[in-house]
């Protein structure tokens, strides 16, 4: 069973975006807590409508979300 559930966010210009990389879950806020916010819930309605991927996970995962800064000048 796995006890995490990866998150990558970045910032498209207009708004800050989720995309899961364990679950079929997409979000965006504008604000990095509105994002993070939409994203828990939308990956709880995702394991409430898709038992399947539930099964797979602890009863209670945690979420390791990483950030996309953009570019840096060397």
């Not at 990866?6 to 679950?23: M, S």
């Not at 504008?30 to 916010?37: M, R, S």
């Not at 828990?40 to 898709?50: T, W």
């Amino acid at each position: 069973m796995r006890k995490m559930i990866k998150a990558e966010i970045y910032h498209d210009g207009e708004y800050y975006c989720a995309r899961c990389l364990d679950v079929d879950v997409f979000t965006q806020g504008k604000t990095l807590d509105q994002v993070v916010a939409n994203l828990k819930e939308a990956i709880e309605l995702h394991l409430s409508i898709d038992g399947e991927t539930a099964i797979n996970l602890h009863s209670n995962p945690s979420l390791l979300t990483f950030m996309d800064l953009g570019e840096i000048n060397v």
